[in-house]
């Protein structure tokens, strides 16, 4: 059975940092395309970035040149670097593992930027 648990959530303060990690099981990790989206109330989830097998990165606009996806096939972990972090970034992150049309999803992280 795939778990999924993010950790490193948290509140920041504008132009602050965080890193959130995401600890995958019950998967053969270095296969899947490992992705963060994130949610706030009342809108749809929103694909942040995505990381392929071979290591290719994707990442919606608003967080290019400040948030970095990064995966440790050894450690099962998918990372998501966030920097000069922004009020608008507030939302509930989650972590998503796809293999071809079948994906799982963790339980999210809140991620609150506020002065």
């Known amino acids: 059975q795939v778990q999924l648990a993010e950790s490193g959530g948290g509140l920041v303060q504008p132009g602050g940092s965080l890193r959130l990690s995401c600890a995958a099981s019950g998967i053969n990790f270095s296969i899947y395309v490992m992705s963060w989206y994130r949610q706030t109330p009342g809108k749809q989830r929103e694909l942040v970035a995505g990381?392929?097998?071979?290591?290719?990165?994707n990442y919606v606009d608003s967080v290019k040149d400040r948030f970095t996806i990064s995966r440790d096939n050894a450690k099962n972990t998918v990372y998501l670097q966030m920097n000069n972090l922004k009020p608008e970034d507030t939302a509930v992150y989650y972590c998503?593992?796809?293999?071809?049309?079948?994906?799982?999803w963790g339980q999210g992280t809140q991620v609150t930027v506020s002065s």
């Open positions: 990381i392929t097998r071979g290591g290719t990165t």
């Open positions: 998503n593992a796809r293999l071809m049309a079948v994906a799982s």
